[in-house]
């Protein structure tokens, strides 16, 4: 009865740690694990002990015998793996780095966001005795994208925050939420107040098409709009008119995927969910039956995961549609490609909602006067220049889509951080392994862009930390003006500093306080959450449980 490795995967890795006979591939340290869409199980090495499933933070490792019928394609997909990576010469066991000896004396580190990335960094950290490290956020609540940015129909996937909630429990780590790099404390007084700075900020808005009518209303960023139906304060209160029978995504990634099935789902289904009740009351009203998602390139190089894919597939009372498959595209010559071929088969049923795959087809531009009426569309044609690299060529061969609605989703971008170098090219901070200079350092998509899963935060930090301790050891870092936090309370250094500033900071106890009354609020309504939408009622709940510091 082997396990099996189901949907998206966080690839945090701590499977492969609780795995006795290594069975799970592939590991960190391995090729292709930085880019791996998920882990597998080996079902001929796999004894069936079923540690791997405990150690998951998300639920994603089940007994075959366990496998709903949409889960049932995970079994071969898992077993496939192993026929074509066979890892005939296994590396070692995965261990847990060791604790570094480090110099007398407290470090001391400041994590500018909370999100994975962040969280990850200080998980790091503090496996290593004497670190002191306060993660700030402009948010008064953490987890960035795993709060904020996950699907609410993707419930397991946020299980990774009980994770997060086990690191924010450690001694050594504090929070100043609410606080924003930039405006409350700058770059220097974080470095007054600690020996290093590590920024953790991610990539908060989106690119941009450069066609004609982009600013029309009705053509929003698909960023904003998972912004929106996950109750981010920044969009939650954002109107979204969804009075057209068609929507339109150009993109086809994990994201795009997302925002088609939020759209054409039940809403009923997504009332057990912690979607945002504004977004929840507009998609019961929302007249949208298709959603169609534009891909310039072939099927072949969809951006979308095969783990993605099989959900989308397996949805219930909606149609997925293929259209613009290449006459000369072998159906056969991937996992990715064999499903689409079966969803191009596919009779679809009437009166059902349906989700597009559109291929090979690229946006020109957008008509209307004040708001989207119709978007104009071209066939591509992929070409391979000499240098290797595929270009996806407009063939001149045009159409109109009526829409009312258009969300881009090319992509992530990271904004530059003040005092720091910033490459517009990629939208990242120019680093080597992590470091910018002795004392500043970065990780995740501000490091390495808008790239990998949840858990591939995890070896991005994992390498920007032992760069830090690396000039820690070295005596590279400058001794903060304010001592080496000793005598520090836990809620850190500068709490004075922030809070006389009139920012009223919030550390970890008093996020425990709004995750109680957010849980306690979806349990009257038996749903996980019911999310606290505006910086004012987030700190009402903040103030519920008098703060406790240690």
């Known amino acids: 009865m082997p396990y099996v490795v189901t949907r998206s995967c966080c690839a945090d890795a701590s499977c492969v740690l609780a795995c006795p006979v290594n069975c799970i591939h592939p590991a960190p340290g391995e090729p292709g694990f930085a880019t791996a869409e998920m882990l597998y199980v080996d079902p001929l090495t796999c004894v069936d002990c079923g540690a791997c499933t405990t150690a998951c933070p998300v639920d994603a490792l089940k007994p075959h015998t366990a496998l709903s019928g949409a889960e049932l394609p995970f079994l071969e997909l898992n ?170 995504v150009i993109g086809n990634g994990n994201v795009a995927l997302d925002v088609a099935r939020i759209l054409t789902a039940d809403p009923e289904v997504l009332a057990r969910t912690d979607i945002s009740d504004r977004a929840l009351a507009a998609l019961r009203g929302s007249k949208v039956r298709e959603v169609v998602l534009l891909g310039r390139r072939g099927p072949a190089q969809a951006a979308f995961t095969l783990p993605e894919l099989l959900a989308l597939a397996a949805l219930k009372d909606v149609d997925v549609a293929v259209e613009g498959w290449p006459d000369d595209l072998d159906a056969s010559a991937t996992d990715k490609t064999r499903l689409l071929s079966r969803l191009a088969a596919r009779t679809p049923v009437e009166n059902r909602r349906r989700i597009v795959l559109r291929f090979l087809t690229s946006p020109v531009r957008l008509t209307g006067e004040v708001s989207v009426r119709a978007l104009e569309i071209t066939a591509t044609a992929l070409h391979t220049d000499e240098d290797g690299t595929m270009r996806a060529l407009p063939t001149g061969d045009t159409r109109t889509l009526e829409t009312g609605l258009v969300l881009r989703s090319v992509g992530y971008r990271a904004r530059p951080v003040p005092g720091l170098p910033f490459d517009e090219a990629r939208a990242t901070v120019p680093h080597e392994g992590g470091r910018v200079e002795p004392g500043v350092y970065v990780a995740g998509w501000i490091k390495r862009g808008p790239t990998g899963f949840i858990g591939t935060n995890k070896t991005c930090a994992h390498e920007t930390v032992e760069s830090l301790l690396d000039d820690f050891a070295a005596g590279r870092l400058t001794q903060p003006i304010g001592g080496t936090g000793t005598t520090a309370d836990a809620q850190g250094a500068d709490a004075p500093r922030a809070d006389a500033l009139g920012v009223g900071s919030l550390g970890v106890d008093a996020w ?30 903040a103030r519920a449980t008098p703060v406790v510091r240690s």
């Open 79 to 248: 077993a496939s793996y192993y026929k074509e990576n066979p890892h005939a010469d296994r590396t070692p066991m995965y261990v847990v780095p060791r604790r570094r000896a480090l110099p007398a004396g407290e470090l001391s580190v400041a994590v500018v966001g909370a999100g994975p990335a962040g969280l990850f960094a200080a998980d790091e950290l503090l496996r290593h005795r004497g670190v002191r490290v306060t993660v700030y956020d402009r948010l008064p609540t953490p987890y960035g994208l795993a709060r904020a940015g996950v699907a609410p129909d993707h419930q397991d996937t946020k299980q990774v925050t009980q994770l997060f909630g086990t690191i924010e429990s450690q001694p050594g780590f504090s929070y100043r939420l609410g606080v924003e790099i930039g405006t409350h404390l700058t770059h220097a007084d974080l470095l007054r107040e600690h020996h290093a700075v590590i920024y953790a900020v991610g990539a908060s808005t989106d690119k941009r098409l450069g066609i004609e009518g982009e600013d029309l209303r009705g053509c929003v960023s698909a960023t904003d709009f998972v912004a929106w139906y996950n109750g981010h304060p920044d969009r939650a209160h954002d109107e979204h008119v969804l009075d057209t029978e068609r929507a339109v």
């Open 512 to 541: 425990r306080a709004i995750d109680r009354a957010e849980r306690a609020a979806g349990e009257a309504q038996g749903r996980p959450r019911v999310k606290f939408t505006d910086t004012e009622a987030l700190h009402r709940a």
